[in-house]
């Protein structure tokens, strides 16, 4: 347990990074909270914002789904979360996808009607 914790400490860190990760660990994270910390690659604003989540209770699916917001988004959504506020996290990855899926259908459907129309003859 104890080199799996001093691992987290690891020289790939910055010094801001590491300031984080010791603060977490004062303040009661657990060892699976600071290793989803750590291994994230945030920077140490975004590790700061995501910290506190992690502190004041807030559940790790909602805390996974804010790392893919600014610092200051997440600090909006977690003063949210703690009043009470129906908070809706959407998934980002999907949400693109899901649009580029469509953007590439409607731009498929557009070039093979025009190819179709001039391949066929006119009476």
Not at 28 to 34: A, K, N, S
Not at 73 to 80: F, G, L, T
């Given at each position: 347990m104890v080199k799996r914790l001093l691992a987290l400490f690891s020289p790939e860190l910055t010094y801001l990074q590491r300031k984080e990760m010791e603060e977490g660990k004062e303040n009661?994270?657990?060892?699976?909270?600071?290793?989803?910390?750590?291994r994230q690659?945030?920077?140490h604003e975004k590790m700061?914002?995501?910290?506190?989540c992690m502190e004041e209770g807030i559940p790790m699916k909602q805390v996974r789904k804010l790392t893919q917001l600014e610092p200051e988004?997440?600090?909006?959504?977690?003063?949210?979360i703690l009043r009470g506020e129906i908070v809706e996290l959407r998934s980002f990855r999907w949400e693109t996808l899901s649009v580029c899926m469509m953007a590439f259908g409607v731009i498929w459907l557009l070039i093979s009607g025009f190819i179709q129309s001039k391949n066929k003859p006119y009476l």
């Open positions: 009661g994270l657990d060892e699976e909270q600071l290793a989803f910390l750590g690659g945030l920077n700061h914002e995501i910290r506190l988004e997440i600090a909006r959504k977690r003063k949210q």
